[in-house]
């Protein structure tokens, strides 16, 4: 059972930064996903399981956002960057127990998923 734990959502005005983290279980390619109220859940951000190769989503996020992670302690960040008030949503990581080369942006692809955390932005 892969087990993903969130942390670093909140509120924070527009122009700030937010640190995501998900610590996993285990080394999996892993994705990040947001969901805005009323919205479909959408691709953030993924990497794979070296590292070496990440995706990225929506070109809205491209700049602002960074997906990265440390390799000893299982851990995938997103560093978001110049946060707008569209950015608000619930954010959640997840874990593809497929190990491929570059991150998949479906979210049936990922076969776990960490409990959600909100992230506000104010004008």
């Known amino acids: 059972q892969v087990q993903l734990v969130e942390s670093g959502g909140g509120l924070v005005q527009a122009g700030g930064s937010l640190r995501l983290s998900c610590a996993a279980s285990?080394?999996?390619?892993m994705g990040w996903f947001r969901q805005a109220p009323g919205k479909e859940r959408m691709f953030v951000a993924g990497i794979n399981g070296g590292g070496t190769l990440t995706k990225y989503g929506d070109s809205s996020v491209k700049g602002r956002f960074t997906i990265s992670r440390d390799k000893a302690e299982n851990t995938v960040y997103l560093q978001m960057n110049s946060l707008k008030p569209e950015d608000t949503a619930v954010y959640y990581c997840?874990?593809?127990?497929?190990?491929?080369?570059?991150?998949?942006?479906?979210?049936?692809?990922?076969?776990?998923w960490g409990q959600g955390t909100q992230v506000t932005v104010s004008s």
């Open positions: 285990g080394r999996y390619v």
């Open positions: 997840a874990a593809a127990l497929r190990d491929t080369w570059v991150p998949p942006v479906a979210s049936d692809e990922y076969d776990y």
